[in-house]
């Protein structure tokens, strides 16, 4: 499997960005595929995840301004970001696992992509 995160960019807050996470690979409806973002300085945490059943879970800073959605046809999970905060900047890794559904740990994606930077001016 190989992920490929893109759309990432240079934006000011309170602005919008959909990050893409295209697969080759296995089709995205056969894996759990979660978004994890890094700050500078950071250990690199989960914000949200899709399971393979379509079911989500959120970090709870995000909740409201970001929704993860699947494309089965493009196979590609994207991660629409709105009301977007300075903290909100940070390296944004796709990952992919098999196993029972969405994990927080980050140990337990056995995929990952090459992170796509988000960066929020204030």
């Known amino acids: 499997v190989q992920l490929q995160a893109f759309g990432g960019g240079l934006v000011q807050a309170g602005a919008s960005l959909r990050l893409s996470c295209a697969a080759s690979?296995?089709?995205?409806?056969?894996?759990?595929i979660g978004w994890f973002r890094q700050a500078p300085g950071k250990e690199r945490e989960f914000v949200v995840g899709?399971?393979?059943?379509?079911?989500?879970n959120y970090r709870d800073s995000v909740k409201g301004p970001f929704t993860i959605s699947r494309d089965n046809a493009e196979n590609t999970v994207y991660l629409q970001m709105n009301s977007l905060k300075p903290e909100d900047t940070a390296i944004y890794y796709c990952?992919?696992?098999?196993?029972?559904?969405?994990?927080?740990?980050?140990?337990?994606?056995?995929?990952w992509g090459q992170g796509t930077l988000v960066t929020v001016s204030s």
């Open positions: 990952a992919a696992r098999d196993g029972l559904g969405i994990s927080f740990i980050t140990t337990s994606y056995t995929y």
């Open positions: 899709i399971n393979r059943g379509g079911n989500t």
């Open positions: 690979g296995r089709t995205v409806s056969s894996l759990n």
